[in-house]
């Protein structure tokens, strides 16, 4: 990828003359769509990012986000942030999930804030493809790898196949950090004279280009040709690093940071100058370097990982230096902060040329300027992208008989409905002692215990649903998040997105990522949810076609305590079911975008959702908290029937017996996947009913008891299976990579 000509005219008749080679190369990635939005931004307006709560919205390394004070507990912030690593994942998946942890703990500490939680979600192609299970483990591998040895919990997240993403994985990572309000650091240069900083890893080749290399299309030959292009992670100096910040944080060292994450160097510096309005004179020679001979431009674009840039007080610099060698990192001033109008400057002890010019017997200048631009201009500069787009086409009925056997035992067979433990058990979910509630569950929950209050987790999209009707679908991701958390009894209180999709400038692709955006800011809006951050990935396209319009949520509820309601059932209670059904309310059960079309094959509408979203899901976080509350669980992947099988187990099981419907239309009732729905078992189903009372229907299933089976009876239909028996159905990932 190279500047094109109507960007390099843009730039001519900005600065006055030709760009040098590094300043072309910072033009070229920094106004890559990787990093300048240029499709996207137009969009990203229909968004609501404001709220009581919000303290640092959109714009920054991470969003800030007050929390409520319970008891005796403290005034405390949250940080959140998602990044993807996509195209890095494809090439190297262990080191490009790795590195994509890596960077978003880092985002994490430039607001000073100390990372408690991450959440992964995973796309893949069809997991019966011998490359999809290969991406798979080593993804996974990385992340666990990672995260672990950082002492980072990965608490949440999801797994998804489809067959469009076989040639374009998406691995997306959410970070949670924990702050104190005056610890509270931004990516906004404060004052002329200060000094910037750089402490980490040593600088070297690797990474190059990788702004620009997210910013197209994947190549045939991309896992080889494009390797260079993905950064290599050492979690080790990572977790120093994390300690180093904390030392530094706690001196009052830091007046302002930025992670080196996308374009290196040049990247996050001019980044930080551009936001606080300033110039600044970086000498490149002084960057500590682990590899000999490199020229300008790969010393402002390597995205040499485990680095950070500070902002400090002239009088603080020794100090600083101190710190970092005290943690065996590497410390270098390499510039300092100039007035209001001047520019971006770097300079250069050497040449531009590269090395194998220079062995040519060119004789390099003693010092030159490489880099002299308006960092503003830099950083947001480039031009919106205005492209066309054609909406997707409506799906109409057209599904296929299959037998309720058969459905259910290929449906909670299938890699998307089945058990996720062989990821999970990968990670140390438990490391700094907050996770309250696990992995597997419809939500993790975090102890805050400095404020005295809960934290729900629920990260993650469904392609099946926004690849058969993308608004629809992502307003259904975006209310599934917001049940998840609601069903461990937490108030939905803040979200950040990761919008992926395919190569914009095709119309069909465009259409269906305007579609997601507007789809999710819908509905967030509807649930009164912030959408403070995010990240936009596209041109994830490949030889084998575009992925579907995936728009991953990581959303935060919040509650009073630190305990909440299992999945799994108690076999003490009676089992009811809320939220707008097929049971009551809707005599033609929609299967759009469901499991059941995925595996057998035929379209349908999608399902309506709740009028009152609001309502239905501050609801069901209230009764969730009620003592009377044995288990709950939501509705969606898979269905009802899914949802039952995964609340069942060796000590508890169920006996469900639903009242006549259509003939025909039994699997339209167990298996459609329409959101905003939970499953309780409780002593006292009179209350979830007046709970609920003008609010949503309460449909009694049937009784949970001692047994371990599962019997659903609907019209003709019967469904028995003990837990063994969804247990061997369920492990079918396991089973395969174990």
Request: charged share 25%.
């Amino acid at each position: 990828m190279s500047l094109s000509d109507a960007d390099h005219e843009l730039v001519v008749e900005e600065i006055g003359r030709e760009p040098t080679r590094a300043e072309a190369a910072l033009f070229e990635n920094l106004w890559s769509e990787h990093c300048a939005y240029r499709s996207s931004r137009p969009l990203l307006s229909a968004f609501d990012s404001e709220g009581d709560q919000v303290v640092i919205g959109p714009g920054d390394d991470a969003a800030v986000v007050s929390l409520p004070t319970n008891g005796d507990g403290e005034e405390m912030y949250i940080t959140m942030g998602v990044e993807s690593h996509n195209h890095p994942s494809y090439v190297d998946p262990f080191d490009g999930a790795a590195t994509g942890v890596g960077g978003i703990v880092r985002d994490t500490l430039s607001m000073g804030a100390y990372p408690i939680a991450l959440a992964d979600c995973l796309y893949f192609g069809d997991f019966d493809r011998e490359h999809s299970r290969y991406l798979f483990e080593g993804v996974v591998e990385g992340i666990s790898h990672y995260g672990n040895c950082i002492g980072v919990p990965t608490v949440a997240g999801s797994v998804a196949f489809h067959d469009d993403y076989e040639g374009n994985p998406l691995v997306n990572v959410s970070c949670i950090g924990l702050l104190e309000p005056e610890r509270t650091i931004t990516a906004e240069a404060q004052e002329p004279g200060n000094k910037l900083v750089l402490v980490g890893n040593a600088t070297g080749r690797d990474g190059l280009g990788g702004a620009s290399f997210a910013s197209e299309d994947l190549a045939e030959d991309a896992e080889t040709e494009d390797r260079p292009a993905v950064q290599v992670g050492d979690p080790y100096s990572e977790k120093l690093l994390i300690e180093c910040n904390e030392a530094l944080l706690d001196e009052a060292l830091v007046e302002s940071a930025r992670d080196l994450g996308a374009a290196g160097l040049g990247g996050a510096s001019s980044e930080l100058v551009a936001k606080g309005g300033l110039g600044a004179r970086i000498e490149l020679d002084r960057v500590h370097q682990r590899e000999p001979n490199m020229n300008a431009m790969e010393i402002l674009l390597a995205e040499s990982q485990e680095r950070m840039v500070y902002e400090v007080a002239p009088e603080n610099v020794d100090r600083v230096a101190e710190l970092a060698e005290r943690f065996d990192l590497g410390c270098s001033v390499i510039g300092e902060l100039t007035e209001p109008g001047t520019n971006y400057v770097c300079t250069f002890e050497g040449s531009e040329t590269t090395v194998s010019d220079k062995s040519s017997g060119q004789r390099p200048r003693d010092s030159e300027t490489v880099v002299d631009v308006d960092a503003t201009f830099l950083g947001d500069g480039a031009p919106m992208n205005d492209l066309p787009s054609n909406a997707p086409p409506k799906q109409e009925r057209d599904l296929p008989t299959v037998s309720l056997d058969e459905a259910f035992e290929q449906i909670v067979g299938s890699p998307n409905c089945a058990s996720k433990r062989w990821v999970y058990r990968q990670y140390d979910h438990e490391v700094q002692v907050r996770t309250s509630v696990l992995p597997g569950d419809d939500a993790a929950l975090l102890a805050v215990r400095e404020a005295g209050t809960g934290l729900a987790f629920s990260a993650g999209a469904d392609p099946n649903w926004t690849d058969a009707a993308p608004y629809e679908g992502a307003r259904a991701v975006a209310l599934e998040n917001a049940t998840n958390v609601a069903a461990k009894g937490a108030t939905p209180h803040a979200a950040v997105d990761c919008l992926n999709g395919g190569n914009p400038e095709k119309p069909d692709v465009y259409g269906g990522f305007k579609g997601i955006v507007d789809g999710l800011a819908d509905m967030c809006s509807d649930l009164d949810v912030p959408v403070v951050g995010g990240n936009v990935s596209l041109y994830n396209d490949s030889q084998d076609g575009p992925i579907p319009p995936t728009p991953t949520l990581a959303l935060v509820g919040v509650k009073e305590g630190y305990d909440a309601p299992p999945l799994s059932l108690s076999g003490e209670g009676t089992l009811v079911v809320v939220g707008d059904t097929a049971l009551e309310g809707e005599a033609d059960p929609r299967l759009g975008g469901s499991e059941y079309t995925a595996q057998f094959g035929g379209t349908d509408r999608f399902p309506a959702l709740p009028a009152d979203s609001t309502d239905v899901v501050e609801t069901i976080a209230e009764v969730a908290d009620a003592d009377h509350v044995l288990a709950s669980h939501d509705v969606s992947h898979g269905g009802l029937a899914v949802a039952l099988a995964e609340m069942v187990h060796e000590d508890a099981g169920a006996s469900v017996d639903i009242e006549p419907v259509e003939r025909g239309s039994q699997n339209r009732l167990l298996f459609n996947e329409r959101p905003g729905r939970v499953v309780f078992e409780t002593t006292d189903p009179v209350a979830v009913r007046e709970a609920f009372d003008g609010v949503a229907p309460v449909t009694e299933l049937g009784e949970a008891n001692g047994s371990n089976r599962l019997d659903i009876t609907v019209n003709d239909g019967t469904l028995a299976y003990d837990a063994a028996d969804i247990a061997d159905l369920r492990s079918v990932i396991e089973d395969e990579l174990a």
